[in-house]
């Protein structure tokens, strides 16, 4: 099978129809994103009546977003890689004592994302956790390490 991609920008060269193309290809991770926004952190659900709280939400669920669809991608893509490639050493250590998920002394970044999941309120059982169970789990581990952060300065 072919497809025709339809543009109105300028081609001039077949450096053109790359970078056309790779905007495209990303625009599906671009609607990714704001699938986790709208249901992972629910940021519509949030009723705010003015631009400066809209920035204010946004500044505060944009990184988790992020972060979410990030460790996500790469569990899929890879996730055997080590799980220091999406997290801190604090995060990891606070999944490891916290965690409702037993996850190893290396852990890979799917191991790392089940624990994130776990700590979201997923269930094995329910198949692969969904936005909301990751975002929840995400914000979940962050307030964690922000709490162990403050502990320490005491």
Same mark, same amino acid.
């Given at each position: 099978?072919?497809?025709?991609?339809?543009?109105?920008?300028?081609?001039?060269?077949?450096?053109?129809?790359?970078?056309?193309?790779?905007?495209? +290809?990303? +625009?599906?991770?671009?609607?990714?994103?704001?699938?986790?926004?709208?249901?992972?952190?629910?940021?519509?659900?949030?009723?705010?009546?003015?631009?400066?709280?809209?920035?204010?939400?946004?500044?505060?669920?944009?990184?988790?977003?992020?972060?979410?669809?990030?460790?996500?991608?790469?569990?899929?893509?890879?996730?055997?890689?080590?799980?220091?490639?999406?997290?801190?050493?604090?995060?990891?250590?606070?999944?490891?004592?916290?965690?409702?998920?037993?996850?190893?002394?290396?852990?890979?970044?799917?191991?790392?994302?089940?624990?994130?999941?776990?700590?979201?309120?997923?269930?094995?059982?329910?198949?692969?956790?969904?936005?909301?169970?990751?975002?929840?789990?995400?914000?979940?581990?962050?307030?964690?390490?922000?709490?162990?952060?403050?502990?320490?300065?005491?």
């Amino acid at each position: 099978g072919s497809w025709c991609l339809y543009t109105t920008e300028p081609i001039g060269c077949a450096a053109d129809i790359e970078r056309i193309v790779d905007g495209y +290809r990303a +625009r599906w991770r671009i609607e990714e994103l704001f699938k986790v926004l709208k249901s992972g952190c629910a940021i519509e659900k949030r009723q705010l009546e003015s631009a400066h709280g809209l920035v204010n939400a946004l500044a505060v669920y944009l990184p988790i977003a992020w972060r979410v669809l990030r460790h996500r991608n790469l569990a899929d893509e890879d996730g055997d890689q080590p799980a220091s490639k999406t997290m801190t050493a604090l995060q990891l250590k606070i999944l490891c004592k916290l965690g409702r998920t037993k996850i190893p002394l290396r852990p890979t970044v799917a191991d790392a994302l089940r624990a994130v999941a776990a700590l979201g309120g997923h269930l094995k059982r329910n198949g692969p956790p969904g936005w909301i169970t990751l975002a929840r789990g995400y914000e979940r581990l962050l307030t964690l390490e922000e709490g162990a952060q403050f502990g320490a300065e005491m």
